[in-house]
């Protein structure tokens, strides 16, 4: 049996590859890593613990219902971000402003981290797969000051590092630092994540689709020629493709990384600028599925090319195999 790479060893291994390579990044990895196994734990016991499972009570500034996970979920990350002392501050989907630290420790972070503590809450009370998405930059605020809004608004080229946790049939963690993609499955009978996926790579093509088709009417001519497409025989497989679709981002692209495939949210009448958010949904995404050879764009242009405006701005989101997503951006029109 090869020997077993643990995620603390991995990232250690590697320090030199990040492009600051002070171990503040490897400290801000290792928070992510203590926050997701104590979400990866109460995920596991949702059924059994009332306090886990079924809605908090609260809406959220996106007009949803917070489910008890999201919120648990958030506090766990956020706990280990105040206390780490490389970030300064933190924007999160949970949160309508974001949240910069005030102790002199976090004031000296270099680091703000925006993240969606929760994806996919609608399937908690289902036992469906969930997952975090995060998205680490450097601060561009000076060092000693309390983060700025400025920090969180940055486009998604200027990421160091990001990736996501999927709470699936095992719990996976799958990040880049811009020298390709790894994931790591937790082993829960030693409590490690463990080097199981080295340099993933997506698929250059593939005959899997993710859409929620009942939107179909109510987006643009150009998309349906597209799904037409995808369910004809004229497409390169000479066989209609396979619709899936989870209604968990992560869980999709997370299927769609490792099969080949395509996933999107449009832009629909009732959500005329998509669904997703850009800052802690599609840029690290993007970056993710770009480092495994992938392709994101609203459609039209690259998602990590757009100057972010506001926190919870929403993009339409176009994000897959690269020949699947350039096919359906040549039936929009271009
Ligand atoms: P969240 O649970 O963080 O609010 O995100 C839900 C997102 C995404 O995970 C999923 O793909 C999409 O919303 C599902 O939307 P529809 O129900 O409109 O298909
Ligand atoms: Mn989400
Ligand atoms: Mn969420």
Do not use: W
Request: with cysteine; proline share 4%.
């Amino acid at each position: 049996m090869p020997k077993i790479v643990t995620l603390t060893e991995f990232i250690q291994s590697n320090q030199s590859d990040f492009p600051y390579a002070t171990g503040e990044l490897s400290r801000i990895l290792n928070d992510i890593v203590v926050a997701s196994k104590i979400v990866s734990r109460d995920v596991r016991k949702a059924g059994l613990v009332d306090h886990i499972l079924g809605s908090h009570g609260e809406i959220n500034i996106q007009g949803e219902y917070q489910q008890k996970l999201d919120v648990i979920a958030d506090e766990a990350f956020i706990r280990e971000f105040r206390l780490g002392g490389e970030v300064c501050g933190i924007a999160s989907e949970e949160n309508e402003n974001f949240v910069a630290f005030t102790s002199e420790s976090a004031k000296n972070g270099k680091y703000v981290v925006l993240f969606d503590p929760l994806d996919g809450s609608s399937n908690i009370d289902v036992n469906v797969s969930i997952g975090t998405i995060f998205s680490i930059y450097r601060r561009i605020s000076p060092v000693g000051l309390e983060a700025t809004l400025d920090d969180m608004l940055q486009s998604g080229t200027q990421q160091i590092a990001a990736g996501y946790v999927l709470y699936g049939s095992s719990t996976m963690l799958v990040y880049s630092t811009g020298n390709g993609v790894n994931g790591f499955t937790l082993d829960p009978s030693i409590g490690e994540f463990c080097l199981s996926h080295p340099q993933m790579k997506m698929p250059e093509n593939g005959r899997l689709y993710a859409m929620n088709e009942g939107n179909i009417f109510e987006c643009e001519e150009g998309l349906r020629k597209y799904i037409n497409y995808c369910q004809s025989r004229e497409n390169q497989t000479g066989m209609p493709y396979s619709g899936r679709y989870i209604g968990s981002l992560v869980a999709d692209f997370h299927r769609n990384l490792i099969k080949g495939g395509i996933y999107i949210y449009p832009d629909v009448i009732s959500a005329p600028k998509g669904r997703l958010r850009l800052l802690y949904e599609c840029n690290p995404l993007a970056f993710i599925a770009e480092q495994a050879g992938g392709l994101a764009t609203t459609g039209r242009k690259r998602i990590l090319d757009i100057k972010p405006e506001y926190l919870h701005q929403r993009t339409p989101f176009y994000v897959g195999s690269k020949k699947m997503v350039e096919k359906a951006m040549e039936c929009l029109g271009l």
